[in-house]
């Protein structure tokens, strides 16, 4: 027991003289350490890339929906004419069936014998 | 700041000054805090270099979350502390899977007097038995008896409650005292 306690009050002693003994730092740590700082520091204070202000086109694409909606948009207006051009028959028989009519669309009419005949039937 | 003017300012506040562009605040803080951690990494690893190496990584750190740092929300000591301990426990893993013959001799004090050259002994054989310790026991005791920290502020460095601290550095000095019993000779103690 008595052992024991002698071995702590050693220690005890031991540990005061440990830390008494500090390690110093050695030469050019701290100016080292102080220029990672300065580094660090300059990292973080750098300041923010300016916005630019996007021009008048710039602006209209944005109002409409920005790029992903002005492609759409366009490829919408491509497949519009593209029916119109050439509409395939199906859309033709749907027609005629929901809307129950039947049409063409005649870009120049030239029958020459209709008018003859209307101006015989008047003699 | 003044530089002069900072020696009153807490550490955390000082960290926030960094943070806001402060150069001196950055001069105070490393200035207070490296010989600490630079002393305490020395005392784990028992390697100059190898300490240096810490202090310098653990202070990067520090400046690195400076800008995030939010103050009255943890000591600065304390949270230097847990880095050095993570990154010497690292240090000695990556040791401990070395050959003996690659890790560095403890260094040796030129003393050039006889007591001098006991006392080193001494001190030597100290770091040596401490050397013996599992690295939490280790930890907990040079935090305790050697930087002189109080328990609460070691739990929340290791990060476990202080009931286990309590315990960890009582059972550490137990095994140290056990281990330096059998180098008494190497300490220059006597029984009368």
Aim: glycine fraction near 6%.
């Amino acid at each position: 027991m008595t052992d024991n306690k002698n071995n702590m009050v050693e220690l005890d002693a031991l540990l005061a003289e440990v830390r008494a003994d500090t390690p110093v730092p050695p030469d050019g740590l701290i100016a080292r350490i102080t220029e990672q700082a300065s580094v660090e520091q300059k990292a973080f204070m750098k300041p923010p890339a300016k916005a630019t202000r996007p021009g008048v086109l710039g602006q209209f694409i944005q109002a409409l929906g920005g790029w992903p909606a002005l492609s759409g948009l366009a490829t919408a207006t491509c497949a519009g004419v593209w029916l119109g051009i050439s509409p395939p028959q199906s859309m033709e028989f749907a027609a005629e069936t929901y809307l129950g009519v039947e049409y063409a669309v005649t870009l120049l009419d030239i029958n020459f014998d209709a008018a003859f005949d209307l101006s015989g039937e008047a003699l | 700041m003044p530089f002069d003017r900072m020696n009153d300012v807490s550490d955390d506040a000082l960290l926030v000054l960094y943070a806001n562009g402060d150069s001196e605040a950055a001069k105070m803080l490393t200035q207070r805090l490296t010989p600490r951690i630079y002393a305490h990494a020395h005392r784990m690893l028992r390697n100059q270099a190898d300490a240096e190496d810490v202090a310098q990584e653990a202070m990067l750190r520090l400046w690195r979350i400076a800008p995030e740092w939010r103050q009255g929300e943890a000591k600065v000591t304390t949270w230097l502390y847990r880095v050095v301990a993570n990154l010497c426990t690292d240090r000695l893993r990556r040791a401990r899977t070395k050959p003996l013959d690659a890790v560095a001799e403890p260094e040796d004090g030129a003393a050039s007097v006889a007591q001098q050259m006991q006392t080193r002994a001494r001190i030597d054989a100290l770091h040596g038995a401490l050397a013996t310790l599992p690295d939490r026991q280790r930890e907990a005791v040079v935090l305790r008896h050697i930087e002189g920290l109080a328990n609460p502020e070691i739990a929340e460095i290791m990060q476990i409650s202080i009931e286990a601290t309590e315990s960890l550095t009582a059972r550490g000095k137990r095994a140290l005292a056990s281990a330096l019993k059998s180098r008494k000779d190497a300490l220059g103690f006597t029984d009368d």
